[in-house]
């Protein structure tokens, strides 16, 4: 199929619920994905989070391909050797204390499970997110998303959620209720701007939910997995959360959710309350433990600390060079850059010259690359977005003799 055949083909039949580039991307390797035409991009968006180990890296491309001629298929019900085998690795990684896993296919699936957790061990049914956030779009994970043109469409959601300011323990405080059940965040809002909480947060909101017997759910689906630079972005604070949700990376690309629970609290769910037919099966579980190998034996956290340390920086000797940029902010290779302006045309531009980055709102641009980047590569993405940024800038000044002001 022809580049523009195949475009015309998804446009056809595929539901329009993506904002699409206009780029057919065929195959990719480590930080890079090629498109039809055989044109190179660094790959800054990793799949919106879900490349940590690298597209296609040997390792997890071996371990799919073993398992997809010896078992693809077998549902919960029965054991399978390579999911033990995966179980243990998670709880192995997984915050203290934290020993028991529903496995699922999605960020939003692994929502889901959090608050059916949560409601039932607890009896009690209000939970509070934050504004801001984002844990996905299905009803229930939906309930607890901020932002309006996601949750208004579908109104009404799942009752008993409720909203309140981040990074604010006051409000936090004075939402709680003797019908709360838990409160659920993100460690750093990925979504809604990248946005790192404030010396003392986390620890704060820890410690209100153990003095209040409320459960506390973290969102690791985009912080998880080596991302920030430890392997989940709550032990970068002295916190022990009851629930946390992981996803995205887990499986080195393929789909796959993680709840994983205290077990008494994961307990609380009885045979049949909760299950999702493909949840735990042997293809993804084999390339699952074949991605945490992968992130352990590679050092991928410490990788991201050191390069996301250093991307930071080029990033910030790019907002001192252009006034077009307010903030950079971040932790390891999650990365933000807040612009003054609508990130769009940036995004097109980086694309058209061969860096793929994402948007998180409208003035942010957010980089999630693969942890196994290299610095050379971070090198190019900078020299990209500084040859933009110098047209951005003076086509602004010629069109808006105001601009000095901005
Ligand atoms: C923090 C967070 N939670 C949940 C989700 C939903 O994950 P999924 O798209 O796999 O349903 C996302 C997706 O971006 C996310 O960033």
Redesign the pocket.
């Known amino acids: 199929m022809s580049e523009k055949l195949i475009m015309e083909t998804e446009d056809k039949f595929m539901a329009n619920v993506y904002a699409k580039r206009p780029v057919v991307i065929t195959h990719g390797k480590g930080a890079v994905v090629w498109d039809v035409n055989g044109k190179e991009y660094i790959d800054c968006g990793g799949s ?1 989070g879900t490349c940590v180990v690298g597209h296609c890296h040997p390792k997890v491309v071996e371990a799919i391909k073993r398992q997809a001629e010896r078992l693809i298929s077998c549902h919960g019900s029965l054991y399978n050797d390579v999911r033990a085998k995966l179980l243990e690795k998670i709880v192995s990684i997984a915050p203290k204390g934290l020993n028991k896993v529903f496995l699922s296919n ?3 699936e692994a ?1 889901e499970c959090a608050i059916k957790l949560a409601r039932k061990f607890t009896g009690k049914t209000e939970i509070i997110a934050m504004m801001g956030a ?3 779009k299905t009803m229930g ?1 939906l309930s607890a998303t901020w932002d309006r043109k996601y949750r208004d469409p579908f109104k009404p959601l799942v009752p008993d959620f409720k909203h309140v300011p981040p990074d604010n323990l006051e409000k936090i405080k004075e939402a709680l209720t003797d019908r709360t059940a838990a409160v659920i965040v ?1 460690p750093i809002r ?2 809604g701007g990248i946005r790192v909480p404030p010396e003392g947060f986390m620890e704060g909101l820890d410690e209100i939910c153990k003095e209040k017997g409320i459960l506390l759910i973290l ?1 690791e ?2 912080t998880g997995f080596g991302r920030t630079g430890k392997i989940f972005a709550c032990e970068h604070w002295n916190i022990s959360p009851d629930i946390l949700c992981a ?2 990376s887990v499986a080195g690309g393929l789909p796959i959710g993680l709840t994983i629970a205290r077990d008494y609290i994961m307990e609380c769910l009885k045979i049949g309350e909760h299950s999702t037919t493909y949840g735990g099966n042997p293809l993804v579980c084999a390339a699952a433990c074949a991605a945490i190998d992968v992130l352990l034996d590679e050092g991928l956290p410490g990788r991201a600390a050191v390069l996301g340390k250093y991307f930071k920086e080029r990033l910030q000797e790019l907002q001192s060079k252009h006034r077009l940029i307010r903030e950079v902010r971040g932790l390891g290779l999650m990365l933000g850059v807040e612009f003054k302006f609508e990130v769009l045309s940036i995004i097109m531009k980086a694309l058209d010259r061969g860096v793929i980055v994402l948007d998180a709102g409208k003035n942010v641009l957010r980089f999630l690359p693969p942890l196994v980047i290299e610095k050379d590569q971070i090198d190019q993405v900078i020299s990209v977005l500084d040859s933009i940024l110098k047209e951005e800038e003076s086509d602004r000044l010629s069109s808006t003799p105001s601009y000095k002001n901005a």
């Open positions: 919106y999605s960020g939003a929502v984002f844990h996905g994970a993100e990925g979504e969102d689906v985009q996803a995205k």
